[in-house]
C-alpha cells in the first residue's frame, strides 16, 4: 500500500533556528497536509496544498506541494519553544476524483525539540 | 464548545474485558474517522463514517466494531481486549470524505490492557 516517509525522525534545535523537514512517497498525491500534534493533544491542521509546486505560508511555517507529486516539505522559521511537537505529512489522492473515497496517509513524524 | 470531544481521557482495563470510546462533535460535519496511534506515534486510521454510513474498514479486528448512532456521534466498542490494543485512539471528523478536508482530531483516548 501507499505509505510515506519523513525526514528527519527527531530533531533538537536551538530556539531562533531555522527548521526544514520532508516527506516523500513513492505515489502520487493530489493533496499534500501538515498536522502539528503537541503532547497529549490530537493533530492540528497546519497547512494543506492541492497544486503541484504550491508554496503557501501560515505564519512562520511555510509548505510546498512537490512539482513529482510524491514529496513535500515544510519550513519554520526562527523557532520558539511552543513549536516542540510532532509534526505529520500526510497524503490523499482523493482532490481529483470525487468519485470515489481515498483515505488520508499518515507519515510517521518528525519529532520536533526546541531548546530555549 | 470543544469541536470534537471523546471520553473517557484514559482507560486502563484487563486483558479480555469489553470496553467502549464514545465521540462526539459538534461541527455539523458529515464524516467521522477512528484512528490508532501507537507507541511510536503512528497514525492509522481504522474507521470511516460518513452520515452514519461505514465507508473504511481498515482492516482492522472485528473484535472492534464502530457505531454511529446518528451524524454527530462514532463510539467505539472493543470486545475481549488484548495487550496489543494498547494506544492512543484518536476520533476525527471532516465536512465530507472529499480529498484535502480538514480532519478536526479529539484530544484522544488512552487505553492501556494489563
Known amino acids: 500500500g501507499q505509505q510515506l516517509n519523513q525526514s528527519p525522525q527527531s530533531m533538537f534545535i536551538q530556539e531562533g533556528e531555522d527548521v526544514s523537514m520532508n516527506c516523500t512517497s513513492s505515489?502520487?498525491?493530489?493533496?499534500w497536509l501538515w498536522y502539528k500534534q503537541e503532547p497529549g493533544e490530537g493533530p492540528v491542521l497546519l497547512i494543506a496544498l492541492y497544486k503541484a509546486g504550491e508554496l503557501t505560508s501560515n505564519g512562520r511555517l511555510t509548505a510546498q506541494f512537490g512539482i513529482t507529486r510524491k514529496d513535500s516539505f515544510l519550513n519554520i522559521s526562527a523557532s520558539i519553544p511552543s513549536d516542540v511537537g510532532i509534526y505529520f505529512c500526510a497524503g490523499q489522492l482523493g482532490q481529483l476524483m470525487k468519485t470515489s473515497y481515498d483515505k488520508v496517509i499518515f507519515g510517521p513524524g518528525t519529532s520536533l525539540s526546541v531548546i530555549p | 464548545d470543544t469541536a470534537v470531544s471523546q471520553t473517557p481521557k484514559y482507560l486502563v482495563t484487563q486483558m479480555g474485558n469489553d470496553k467502549s470510546i464514545k465521540c462526539e462533535q459538534n461541527?455539523?460535519?458529515?464524516?467521522m474517522y477512528w484512528y490508532k496511534q501507537d507507541s511510536k506515534k503512528f497514525l492509522k486510521i481504522m474507521f470511516s463514517y460518513n452520515n452514519k454510513e461505514l465507508i473504511i474498514n481498515e482492516t482492522v479486528p472485528n473484535r472492534f466494531s464502530p457505531k454511529s448512532p446518528d451524524k454527530a456521534h462514532l463510539n467505539l466498542h472493543i470486545n475481549s481486549l488484548e495487550l496489543g490494543d494498547s494506544a492512543v485512539y484518536f476520533c476525527a471528523s471532516s465536512q465530507d470524505l472529499w480529498g484535502g478536508d480538514e480532519q478536526f482530531f479529539g484530544p484522544g483516548t488512552r487505553l492501556t490492557v494489563l
Open positions: 461541527l455539523g460535519h458529515d464524516t
Open positions: 505515489s502520487i498525491f493530489n493533496t
